[in-house]
């Protein structure tokens, strides 16, 4: 019905702010990652591009209408890394992609202005530093808003990785005792923000090494996870043995690289292709945050009891009113928000009409989600 009048909306008594937090679970399982669309390493759901800098997965073939990005791969160390050499494949490219990661997420040190090194535990006192890492960036599709906080799992295999011809592989393929899985978590990362902290890149957690027959230092940092940012980093001395050296192996182009070569010799879609082959799953719950507006519109019970909608009236009657010695009755099925210059913003519908009468008196709560 048209407006008669304007009730006033007091902003100290009559309008309040809410926050909610919605939570869906996201597995990926590494059939998906690898194997499943093609052979590996040219899977149809598995993209690279020409500067070589990153790689692409998709839950379906990319070139698909009905394919949705999940994340990109990439990897890279600091120039200080031993495996920083002018006669590495693609060397500046990778010191150039750790740099970009550390300046985003993490800034510059106050000493001298440097990016910062990506550690374990990200103190400044450098310890457990992560000098080659790779970089899982997840899609917004997948995060929303952010990754909540204590939920992240990735499962890694270890050791000798081959496929079922023991050449270009595309599975994990238990070879030996050293061939085994690794969990990281970020279980630590309560909602309460217990075991997280923040840099310029948001709240972080540490992906922790949760034991078992993969454990290689359980309860030792060997990531981080950027909740915000949707960005996992996990260090490459996942894959070392227990000498210290980084020679886990996979089977590449008919050649067996160790972690060290791939990040070495190979390109970086040699690397993403290393770790993508190693990735049994990835789980973790995304996050919806939904801020609401809450209007509580009162309804005097002197207001609002007539109309000025045409059809309230005929032949100079109240439609509503049987003798004229009845009160005046209106039924109210919208609600409108003004601004002060009296411009309508957003209008609510009821589910059914609600009478109105001089005897009582109404509040209407309105609810506006963004």
């Known amino acids: 019905m048209p407006v008669k009048s304007f009730e006033p909306l007091n902003p100290n008594t009559d309008i309040t702010t809410t926050r909610t937090f919605l939570h869906e679970v996201i597995p990926v399982t590494g059939s998906i990652v690898s194997g499943t669309y093609g052979g590996f390493t040219s899977e149809n759901n598995i993209k690279n591009y020409t500067h070589g800098q990153f790689q692409s997965v998709y839950d379906y073939p990319y070139l698909s209408s009905s394919a949705n990005h999940i994340f990109d791969i990439t990897m890279g160390y600091d120039e200080s890394s031993a495996l920083s050499s002018s006669a590495s494949t693609q060397n500046s490219k990778k010191i150039n992609m750790y740099n970009q990661f550390s300046q985003l997420l993490l800034g510059y040190t106050g000493s001298d202005n440097t990016v910062r090194v990506f550690e374990s535990d990200l103190v400044l006192d450098l310890t457990g530093s992560m000098k080659e890492v790779y970089f899982v960036n997840f899609s917004r599709l997948l995060t929303k808003d952010q990754i909540k906080k204590g939920s992240v799992e990735i499962k890694l295999g270890r050791g000798v990785m081959r496929g079922t011809d023991g050449n270009a592989g595309c599975a994990f393929v238990d070879t030996g005792s050293n061939s085994k899985v690794i969990t990281l978590t970020d279980a630590s990362a309560s909602v309460d923000d217990t075991g997280t902290f923040n840099t310029l890149g948001g709240d972080y957690g540490v992906l922790y090494d949760a034991g078992g027959a993969g454990a290689t230092d359980t309860g030792i940092g060997k990531g981080i996870i950027f909740y915000q940012a ?24 008919g050649n067996s690289w160790s972690v060290t070569q791939s990040m070495m010799t190979g390109a970086i879609s040699a690397s993403c292709d290393a770790l993508r082959q190693r990735i049994q799953s990835i789980s973790f719950n995304n996050t919806t945050e939904i801020n609401s507006t809450i209007y509580f519109c009162r309804v005097p019970h002197n207001k609002f009891n007539y109309s000025t909608n045409p059809t309230y009236i005929t032949g100079s ?9 009845d009160p005046s009755v209106s039924y109210i099925t919208t609600v409108g928000l003004y601004s002060s210059n009296n411009e309508l913003l957003a209008v609510a519908k009821l589910s059914e009409p609600l009478k109105k009468t001089p005897s009582n008196e109404l509040t209407l709560r309105v609810r506006l989600d963004y």
């Open 230 to 253: 949707g960005v996992m980093v996990l260090t490459a001395s996942i894959f070392s043995s227990s000498n210290g050296n980084l020679d886990d192996y996979w089977k590449y182009e």
């Open 317 to 325: 009657k109240l439609r509503v009113k049987n003798t004229s010695g």
